[in-house]
């Protein structure tokens, strides 16, 4: 699938415009979204593409990272926003305002597996864990954003130290 500038919608930064369709809204794709959008269609490699792993000194309790994107991520239209073909091969972001991101879905709390068998992740196994993810397309039919919280990391960062690690995917 080919993504193409939309003409007619505004400027590329994204000019949104009222849907015809339910309450929701349009927004033209960038030229440089369009160009992401297509290399993963066209490039397994880059279908997956791991934007941040952090890590913090402390582990982080699930509910309260839900809690702040609920707070501070989903005012924004991107984090609402899905992927739809609206012609000859154009997209655009659809952003339904009216319904409730699912938190659950978006964010996981995941233990990884750990090449010693042991309970504890460490750098190595983040790493194999991180790579597993390339190749896989991410669901177009959702807002394209995942968080996993890596439970049993034990002084697994770049310090030495870190015992809790986020993996954002976008």
Do not use: C
């Amino acid at each position: 699938m080919s993504v193409r500038r939309r003409t007619g919608t505004g400027r590329a930064n994204g000019t949104v415009k009222n849907s015809e369709k339910g309450s929701g809204l349009q927004r033209a794709m960038s030229g440089l979204s369009q160009s992401m959008f297509n290399l993963g269609a066209s490039n397994h490699f880059h279908a997956a593409v791991i934007h941040k792993l952090v890590f913090l000194e402390r582990k982080l309790d699930i509910e309260t990272l839900r809690e702040i994107v609920r707070e501070r991520f989903a005012v924004n239209w991107k984090f609402r926003a899905t992927v739809a073909e609206v012609g000859n091969g154009e997209l655009e972001w659809r952003v339904n305002g009216d319904q409730e991101l699912d938190l659950e879905w978006h964010i996981k709390s995941v233990n990884i597996p750990t090449r010693s068998g042991g309970e504890f992740a460490d750098q190595q196994d983040i790493n194999d864990y991180v790579s597993s993810f390339y190749g896989k397309s991410m669901d177009i039919t959702r807002p394209l954003w995942l968080i996993h919280v890596i439970n049993n990391a034990r002084n697994a960062g770049p310090d030495g130290v870190s015992n809790g690690v986020i993996m954002v995917r976008s």
